[in-house]
C-alpha cells in the first residue's frame, strides 16, 4: 500500500469529521430533524474512517518491514540467523495481527453499540417538527448543498479509485462519503419541501432515516455472528467488519449484484460471481426492473371501486369533470398522472364528544360508572344551574350560576356530498367534530343541569342535532348528521361521589314524603270508617234497647191478660220457666230408687261441652 493512499485515507477521515460536523451545527441552528439524524450517520463514518486509516498505517509498516526484510535477507550471508529470530524481527506484523484480532472487533461491536443506541434514543426524542423558519431553512439548504458537493466528489473518487487498485480498506470511507452526499441531498429536498408548504415532511424523513440507522445496526450484528462461523481459507484477505454492505448498497446502488455476489464469495468460500446465474441477473436486471415498473404503471390504470365506496378522480391533482366514480371498473391514465381517493360513503362514521378515549381499554367498559373513569381524558363541561336561594332563605354560601358536567356524547354521520366533503376542508372529520365541540359547549351553558340529565335528555339530544348539521352545511361539509347521543353524562369524577350522597338524599327525602302519604292515605280512611262504625254500633244498641223495651211493656200486658184468664195456671208456667232458666246451666244429679227390678246406667263422664255423638238422631219410624 502506497503512501499516497493512506494521505487519502486521512483526507476523507478529516472531510468526513469538518463538514459532518459543520451540517450538525447547521441541522441543529435550523431545527432539521432530518439533518440531525444525517449528522448521527456521518458522525459512525468518523469512527469507521479513523478505523480504515489506522488499519492502512499498519498493514503499510508491515509492507514496509518485508520489504527491510528481503532486502537484509540479500545481503546477509547466513539466513539461518534471521530464521531463528523471525518472530523478532516481524513486530509490524505481530501489531497488525494483533489489530485485527482484537481492535478490528471492538470497534465493530463499539459501532453496533453506538448504532443501536442511537436508533433508540432518536425514535424517542423525535417530537413534533419545529415551526419553519425560512432563513434558517436557505441556510441548512446552502449548506447541505455544498457538503453534497464535497462528498460526492470525494466518495465518488475514493469508489472509484478503491474498485480499480483493489483497495478494500478504502471502500468504508467512499461509502460513507457517498453516504453524506445522498443524505445530504435528501436534507436540501426537505427543506425545499418545507418552503413548499410541507414542513412535516422533515419528520418523515428523520423517522425514515432512523428505521435505516436500526437496520445498519441490525446488518452488523448479522456481519459479527456470521464472520465467527466463516470458514478461514489461507491467502484470503480478511472483510473489515466495520464496513457495512448496506451504506455501500445505498451510496452506490449500482453495484448491487456485485456487493451481494462479493459478500457470498467471501461468506461461503466458492465464487458466485462465476456461476451462469450471476452473468444472467448482471445483464438482465435492468430489464427485469424496467418490466416490473411497465407492468405496475400498467396495473394502476385500472381502478376497481367496491360496493358502498365512491371515488374521486384527480388528473394532475385537480378533479377530473364527473370525477365522482361509482362503483364498479374503471379506467384511467398511469400514476402519478391521475390518482383516485376512495371514500366510504355508505357507512356510518362515528366520533364521540366530551373525552379522549382510551384505546387500550376501549371495548372492556360497557356499564358507564360516575365514580370510575372511562376514558384516557375526560373533559369537564360547563352546564347552567337554575338553582337559587330563596329571597326569605338566609345563608353563607353564595349559588353557584354555573355546574360541571362530563360528557359522552357519540355522533353519527354520513357522507351527503362527496366533492364538498373531499375539497371543502383538509381533514372534513376533524373540522366536523370541532364544530360539534363548539355546538356543545354553547348548549350546555344555557340548559339546566337537572333537565339535561333529568326529562329534557332527548330534546337536547335533538337540538344538538340539529345544531351541529346547520354549522356543517354552513361550512358546506357535505355531511349529513344521522344521530346525537347523550348516553354517559354524569358530575365529575371528583365530586360524583358526593353528587351521589346529594341525590340518594333526595330520594329518600322524596321516599319519606311518599310512605308520609302512604301512611295517611291508609288512617284517614281507617279512622272514618272506624268512626262510622262507632255511631252504628250505638245506633243499633239505641234501636235494641227502644225495642227491649217496647217488647217488655208488650210482654207484660200480655202477662196480664194471661193471669187474669187462668191464675193457677199462670202461675204454673212462670214457676217451672223459671225453674227451666235456673237449672240450665248448673249440673244436676240424679238419685236412683231403692229397686232391683231396675237396672240404670248413669254416663259420668264429664262433658264440659257437647260433640256431634251428642246430638239425637231422629229414628227411622220418625222419620216415615
Do not use: C
Not at 187474669?564 to 244429679?589: C, D, F, I, N
Amino acid at each position: 500500500m502506497e503512501a499516497n493512499v493512506q494521505r487519502k485515507g486521512l483526507v476523507n477521515w478529516v472531510v468526513l469529521l469538518l463538514v459532518g460536523g459543520v451540517n450538525g451545527l447547521v441541522a441543529g441552528y435550523a431545527h432539521s430533524l432530518t439533518g440531525l439524524v444525517a449528522t448521527v450517520f456521518m458522525g459512525l463514518g468518523v469512527l469507521v474512517a479513523l478505523t480504515a486509516y489506522l488499519q492502512m498505517r499498519v498493514e503499510e509498516r508491515e509492507r514496509l518491514e518485508a520489504l527491510e526484510f528481503a532486502e537484509l535477507s540479500k545481503k546477509a550471508r547466513d539466513s539461518s540467523l534471521f530464521a531463528e529470530q523471525a518472530a523478532d524481527t516481524f513486530p509490524a506484523k505481530q501489531a497488525r495481527i494483533q489489530f485485527e484480532k482484537y481492535f478490528v472487533p471492538g470497534i465493530a461491536i463499539l459501532l453496533l453499540v453506538l448504532q443501536g443506541l442511537g436508533a433508540w434514543l432518536l425514535w424517542t426524542r423525535l417530537g413534533e417538527d419545529a415551526p419553519f423558519d425560512s432563513q434558517r431553512s436557505t441556510l441548512a439548504m446552502v449548506v447541505f448543498g455544498i457538503a453534497f458537493l464535497v462528498f460526492f466528489q470525494m466518495g465518488k473518487y475514493a469508489a472509484v479509485y478503491a474498485r480499480l487498485e483493489g483497495l478494500r480498506l478504502l471502500r468504508p470511507q467512499a461509502s460513507y462519503l457517498l453516504l453524506g452526499a445522498l443524505l445530504s441531498a435528501v436534507v436540501v429536498g426537505l427543506e425545499i419541501a418545507g418552503w413548499a408548504g410541507h414542513p412535516e415532511w422533515d419528520l418523515i424523513g428523520a423517522r425514515v432515516l432512523t428505521v435505516l440507522l436500526g437496520l445498519v445496526a441490525v446488518e452488523n450484528l448479522i456481519t459479527l455472528v456470521f464472520e465467527i462461523y466463516r470458514p478461514r481459507l489461507r491467502g484470503q484477505e480478511a472483510h473489515p467488519l466495520y464496513e457495512s454492505r448496506l451504506i455501500g448498497i445505498l451510496s452506490q446502488p449500482g453495484g448491487l449484484i456485485r456487493t451481494a455476489a462479493q459478500a457470498l464469495d467471501y461468506q461461503f468460500g466458492f465464487k458466485v460471481s462465476e456461476t451462469w446465474f450471476y452473468r444472467f441477473l448482471e445483464q438482465a436486471l435492468a430489464w427485469l426492473i424496467l418490466l416490473q415498473v411497465a407492468v405496475f404503471l400498467l396495473s394502476s390504470t385500472v381502478v376497481v371501486i367496491h360496493v358502498g365506496q365512491k371515488g374521486l378522480l384527480e388528473r394532475f391533482g385537480r378533479l377530473v369533470p364527473g370525477g365522482v366514480l361509482e362503483p364498479g371498473w374503471h379506467f384511467k391514465l398511469p400514476w402519478p398522472l391521475s390518482k383516485v381517493y376512495r371514500f366510504d360513503t355508505e357507512r356510518v362514521q362515528t366520533f364521540t364528544l366530551g373525552f379522549v378515549p382510551n384505546e387500550e381499554k376501549e371495548d372492556e367498559q360497557r356499564t358507564v360508572l360516575w365514580t370510575r373513569a372511562h376514558a384516557k381524558e375526560e373533559f369537564n363541561m360547563l352546564v347552567a344551574s337554575r338553582d337559587q336561594v330563596g329571597p326569605g332563605e338566609e345563608t353563607d354560601q353564595q349559588a353557584v350560576p354555573v355546574n360541571l358536567l362530563a360528557v359522552r356524547i357519540p355522533v353519527h354521520f354520513e357522507i351527503r356530498d362527496l366533492e364538498k366533503y373531499a375539497y371543502h376542508a383538509a381533514d372534513t372529520g376533524k373540522l366536523l367534530e370541532n364544530l360539534a365541540n363548539e355546538e356543545l359547549t354553547r348548549y350546555l351553558v344555557s340548559v339546566d343541569l337537572n333537565d339535561v340529565m333529568g326529562p329534557g335528555r332527548r330534546q337536547a339530544a335533538e337540538e344538538l342535532q340539529r345544531r351541529i348539521q346547520a354549522r356543517a352545511d354552513a361550512h358546506d361539509l357535505g355531511v349529513r348528521i344521522l344521530f346525537v347521543g347523550l348516553a354517559g353524562i354524569h358530575p365529575p369524577i371528583q365530586v360524583a361521589s358526593d353528587f351521589e350522597a346529594v341525590m340518594g338524599a333526595m330520594q329518600a327525602a322524596e321516599a319519606t314524603n311518599h310512605l308520609a302519604r302512604a301512611y295517611a292515605a291508609k288512617q284517614l280512611p281507617a279512622a272514618r270508617a272506624e268512626a262510622a262504625r262507632m255511631v252504628d254500633e250505638a245506633e243499633a244498641e239505641r234501636v235494641r234497647r227502644v225495642g227491649l223495651a217496647a217488647a217488655a211493656a208488650s210482654q207484660f200486658t200480655n202477662q196480664v191478660t194471661a193471669w187474669q184468664a187462668s191464675p193457677e195456671t199462670y202461675r204454673y208456667l212462670v214457676l217451672l220457666e223459671s225453674l227451666s232458666q235456673a237449672l240450665e246451666k248448673p249440673r244436676k244429679y240424679i238419685v236412683a230408687v231403692t229397686n232391683a227390678h231396675e237396672v240404670v246406667t248413669l254416663n259420668l263422664e264429664d262433658k264440659i261441652r257437647p260433640d256431634l255423638t251428642d246430638i239425637m238422631l231422629p229414628s227411622e219410624k220418625e222419620n216415615e
